[in-house]
């Protein structure tokens, strides 16, 4: 219904979305229920997604990477999986976010030992950059490295890891001095002394993902395993951020469609008051105000992400798509709850589809970013540009 | 009307007291668990605010609906699920108070009285009708001294528990809405199957049951009224029960915006708490004033009832719900925001106000359902 083709100008991507679609709709809408209801991390879709290279999208072309196109590619990918399920689609974008300071901050030799790791041997990524006392405020973390030899030595507490209790790998955020400029990534492998994950985080939505502390108690690593240099740390956040907002506006467009889907599934289904459901005033309204913001949405998501393929700035856009495409979703979700209840159904028990998809939009207004933050970011831009 | 008088003083700050103490500190594990909150029962009913719009005439301390709107917000603060208690207790008995027949009132009504942990309820929801109510297949049918009664509910708030529930159903089909009775029915009654209870994404801590009426007998004399009178005796009781849900949202809005105020003030982010970053501000400001204006109109409303202008109560409790509901959906999503990966975890209670307030928009009629019932009255056109 929905035009989703005129963007995409190589057949390439349009064959890429098809193959998605297939296996999202054959393979992982089934389980997106019951893994929100048991609170479960799926392995059998986290094996789907490695078998079919989703896990590596963001990756070196020889480590699996889908190439040039790989910011699209990975937002047609979690758009595609997001209408099924949006906690499969966040493993997708926690993995490519994860990996991306290893990726454009490791040295060849280290890239060299972990990235075969990663893409063959299947090693989940975790991004451990928020701490209790620092949410959008990165600049103010706690956790330090300090460097001892040929050594650095973590310290730190880290919360709301996405994958913590399930990645192999970890890409820290830490302190490597005070004041500006001054953190730092690193890679720390899960068998680590000193590494140690805390509780598992009970959710609102996206409960199919896995969400932990993790713990650094004097966890020391190799010199070589600091990515880019000593006070890189925001830098590469930044940068990872224009891949990662995209991504996640990627996910709220998709949970928007889900739900916009089951509305129209409903409308097909019944009559109410004695009439077709479509034609409904009430319904009517929904279904216009929906499938616009629908597509204003794909407009900037896609806009941010082919930017970022290009090469140019796309800072600007990656924010606009992610805080309206998530304020989006959560209007379009809401909405949908109702326009299932006016026509007779019932949008707001747990055996529906939409309530779901309703608890798991509220998130795509919060991370990377809140909303508030990526409005601060839109207006700096475009004061930057003007002035 | 901004000035209360020592009685409702008194109510609330007693009201207050009993969810400090009582309510608050449940209303986490009763959403976890889902379950009904007895616990709830015995406290309300000890303190007499399970039925206080009880006649005194028939036991109870009969306090108006404006009062009876404010201890529904005092409770909802904390507890929605909690306050849909009250609200459940008072639809089952507004159509009997409604109705005209003594020995019916005598008999159903002094039993909630004082003390009483007798719980009510209201069956007007059926299967494959949602909004459409006044369409309800449920048929009743006279057969000597008992109406025979055929047809399903849902939704029907209490349902598994109350003793007794006021339902509708046609006793005459080809006069329309005025064919439609109202009956009170008993939890023995043959014929009355209680079904099972619904998983709903809030409010987890009250029953909405799906119940069978087969082959239901139910005495002559529990015809509430005349036959035919259902529907107007219906349609009151679900402009009061908007009241009460406006009323209720108002409360959850409150709530949330309060937990929402405190952390804000506690958390800090770029060098000072967040209290003093603009957009969360800005978001405040939106907060408090979409309550003052959904409390107001809320509060207007009551008045309108109690003061017996059933025709613009009306209209005024659809709009009232309509706008209370959307503001408690809105500040608890942005409490929610405010509290950013902390509001999103069940650790902290704004999650669970956020799919609370998701009901308040859609039962007792959804907000498309309140706009065209508030545009109709407008315009006149039925």
């Known amino acids: ?387 | 009307m901004f000035q209360l008088d020592e009685e409702q003083k008194l109510i609330l700050q007693s009201v207050r007291e009993i969810v400090q103490k009582e309510i608050k500190p449940r209303a986490a594990s009763l959403d976890e668990v889902g379950e009904f909150p007895w616990d709830a029962v015995r406290i309300f009913a000890k303190n007499d605010i399970l039925n206080p719009l009880l006649p005194r005439k028939y036991g109870g301390v009969e306090i108006s609906l404006y009062t009876f709107c404010m201890i529904v917000e005092e409770i909802a603060k904390a507890c929605a699920s909690s306050s849909l208690l009250l609200i459940a207790q008072a639809e089952g008995t507004l159509p009997i108070i409604y109705g005209t027949d003594e020995s019916l009132k005598e008999k159903y009504l002094k039993r909630l009285a004082g003390d009483s942990q007798v719980l009510t309820g209201l069956g007007a929801i059926e299967q494959s009708v949602g909004s459409g109510i006044f369409s309800l297949p449920t048929q009743a049918e006279l057969q000597g001294d008992q109406y025979m009664l055929q047809g399903e509910k849902c939704f029907a708030k209490n349902g598994s528990v109350a003793d007794f529930l006021v339902l509708y159903a046609y006793t005459d089909r080809s006069k329309g809405i005025h064919g439609i009775s109202a009956f009170v029915v008993e939890k023995g009654f043959p014929g009355f199957v209680f079904r099972r209870n619904e998983n709903k994404i809030g409010m987890r801590g009250a029953i909405y049951s799906e119940i069978s009426l087969d082959h239901l007998g139910i005495p002559r004399e529990n015809l509430i009224g005349q036959e035919g009178e259902g529907f107007s005796n219906m349609e009151k009781t679900l402009h009061a029960s908007r009241l009460f849900t406006a009323a209720q949202a108002v409360g959850l809005a409150q709530g949330a915006m309060e937990e929402a105020i405190s952390y804000a003030r506690r958390r800090v982010q770029f060098g000072k708490t967040i209290s003093h970053h603009p957009p969360i501000q800005f978001m405040i400001a939106e907060m408090a004033t979409g309550i003052e204006s959904a409390r107001l109109l809320t509060y207007k409303t009551a008045f309108l009832f109690d003061q017996g202008e059933w025709k613009r109560a009306g209209t005024h409790a659809a709009m009232a719900k309509l706008i209370a509901s959307d503001t408690a959906m809105k500040v608890t999503t942005d409490a929610v925001q405010i509290m950013g990966g902390y509001g999103y975890m069940k650790d902290y209670p704004v999650e669970r106000m956020m799919r609370d307030a998701k009901l308040t928009q859609i039962y007792t009629g959804t907000n498309q359902i309140m706009k065209l019932i508030i545009g109709r009255d407008l315009t006149g056109i039925s």
């Open chain 1, 1 to 387: 219904m929905f035009d989703q083709t005129s963007f995409l100008p190589k057949k390439e991507l349009r064959d890429f979305r098809t193959r998605i679609q297939r296996i999202a709709g054959d393979k992982i809408a089934p389980q997106a229920s019951w893994v929100d209801e048991k609170e479960f991390f799926n392995c059998e879709v986290e094996s789907l997604l490695w078998d079919h290279g989703l896990l590596t999208l963001t990756f070196p072309e020889k480590y699996g990477g889908y190439g040039k196109d790989q910011t699209i590619a990975l937002c047609i990918a979690v758009e595609e999986i997001a209408k099924a399920c949006a906690s499969s689609a966040l493993l997708l974008i926690i993995q490519a976010v994860g990996s991306f300071p290893i990726i454009h901050g490791g040295s060849k030799k280290l890239k060299q030992k972990y990235l075969p790791q990663m893409s063959k041997g299947r090693k989940l990524v975790a991004y451990l950059v928020t701490e209790p006392t620092s949410g959008s405020d990165i600049a103010n973390i706690q956790t330090t490295a300090v460097r001892e030899g040929n050594e650095y030595i973590l310290n730190g507490s880290k919360c709301f890891a996405t994958s913590g209790g399930v990645a192999g790998i970890y890409s820290v955020l830490a302190k490597t001095s005070e004041g500006n400029g001054s953190s730092s990534f690193f890679l720390v492998e899960r068998e680590s002394p000193g590494l140690s994950i805390g509780r598992t985080e009970s959710k609102l939505g996206q409960r199919g993902s896995n969400t932990t502390e993790v713990f650094l108690e004097n966890v020391r690593i190799p010199t070589g395993n600091l990515l880019g240099r000593e006070g890189d740390g925001f830098l590469i956040a930044m940068k990872d951020f224009d891949m990662s907002r995209p991504a996640i506006a990627a996910q709220a467009l998709g949970i928007a469609e889900g739900a916009f889907d089951a509305i129209i599934q409903f409308i097909k289904e019944r009559h109410t008051f004695g009439k077709p459901n479509a034609d409904h005033p009430a319904i009517q309204t929904i279904l216009a105000d929906s499938a616009t913001l629908i597509e204003a949405s794909r407009g900037l998501v896609y806009r941010a992400a082919i930017l970022n393929d290009e090469g140019k700035n796309s800072t600007k856009f990656a924010s606009m798509a992610k805080c309206f495409a998530g304020d989006a979703a959560m209007k379009i979700t809401t909405e949908a709850i109702d326009a299932i209840q006016v026509l007779g159904g019932y949008g707001f028990l747990k055996d529906s589809q939409t309530e779901r998809m309703f608890r798991d939009a509220k998130l795509t207004q919060i991370f990377e970013g809140t909303n508030q933050i990526q409005r601060l970011v839109i207006a700096r831009q475009i004061l930057k540009e003007s002035m």
